[in-house]
């Protein structure tokens, strides 16, 4: 009998999903990008419309928000320099393997993930 196959990844670029809300985000960043790592939670049980749980959640912190904790089970992988090829390199790790949903609004980030196989969404998928 084979091993069960690993659940979906999702992948959450916290800076742009953080980003895409005008609420006053950049006058804590740390905090904002917790409250979004606690946000992402429950998709690990329950999914998204497009991608149904149980998912690995993923959330990839950059700049400011580098000092995010994970907590289960959300786990934050902080990139040491850009934030966008930290999750490119993720991406192709899992892929093609293992379904990956991006979210994000970078356009530029979309592209370099689709073109590994990866599936993208917006941020309002989990705002």
């Known amino acids: 009998m ?16 953080v980003g895409s809300v005008p609420d006053g985000w950049w006058r804590d960043r740390h905090g904002a990008t917790e409250r979004l790592r606690d946000r992402l939670a429950p998709l690990a049980e329950s999914g998204l419309p497009e991608r149904p749980g149980p998912l690995e959640v993923v959330l990839v912190v950059e700049g ?3 000092r995010v904790a994970s907590a289960p089970p959300v786990r934050t992988e902080a990139a040491d320099g850009s934030g966008d090829d930290l999750i490119v390199r993720l991406v192709a790790e899992a892929a093609p393997d293992r379904p ?7 356009r530029e980030l979309r592209r370099r993930v689709t073109e590994l196989g990866a599936d993208v969404t917006g941020p309002r998928a989990v705002r």
Not at 2 to 17: R, S, T, Y
């Open 2 to 17: 084979e091993p069960p196959a690993p659940p979906h990844l999702l992948i959450v670029d916290a800076a742009n999903v």
């Open 64 to 66: 400011a928000a580098r």
């Open 100 to 106: 990956v949903l991006v979210v994000t609004a970078d």
